[in-house]
């Protein structure tokens, strides 16, 4: 299993008109007949005017024939790539080995917390045990949806993503799991295995499977 996550900065203001776009062309067009759509956010901190969408193919094989075809959809390219490229400034992918079962959450409403970590050279593998074995006492405080190591852009990257009721759910449970002499012990031993951290805050779109 691979996971890609595609990342898209867009010109201010046209996220409404992208998602509309997304919803009303992209998937009914695409479904997922190229693949299979897990989620679709865009984002409320930090840099905005950011669109996410994660997809999951059965390997990298798979991937790469699911995008050439998608490429050759008449309808994808006239209907849908023409109107949202005007919208789009940047794009990024992330292309990921899931080390966790995906787990969607339960109900609606919810708020996402992406984070993405730069582990020291060669210390992907250790970081990504390490958080894997300490996942159950991090989970006493709010639900993992899924970790990865990053097979590219960046092979030193492990992510996460997380999901909260609402922000005042994650301020309590970033509290809890501070104070959580488990954790803290976990935090020790994992710690100096990172040079970087960030994170971004998500909202999903009304289409996305993970809500």
Known sequence: ??????????????????????????????GNNYGK??????????????????????DLNARAEARAGLGQNAEWRTEYVAHVQPLIRRQEIRLMHPRLPLKAPSGSGNIYEYRYYKTRIGK????????????????????????????????????????????????KARAAAGADPDWQAFLGTGGPLLEEMQNMLLLPAPFSPLK
């Open 1 to 30: 299993m691979i996971h890609e996550l595609r990342i898209y900065t867009l010109w201010p203001g046209k996220v409404p008109e992208f998602l509309k776009l997304a919803e009303e062309r992209a998937v009914k067009i695409r």
């Open 37 to 58: 759509m897990e989620g679709y956010w865009f984002s409320e901190f930090g840099t905005l005017n950011q669109v996410l969408h994660l997809w999951s193919y059965d």
């Open 124 to 171: 992907a593998a250790t970081f990504v045990d390490a958080i894997s074995g300490a996942m159950p006492v991090r989970e006493r405080h709010s639900q993992n949806v899924c970790l990865w190591h990053t097979e590219a852009e960046n092979p030193n990257e492990v992510s996460h993503l997380w999901v909260y009721d609402d922000l005042a759910h994650r301020t």
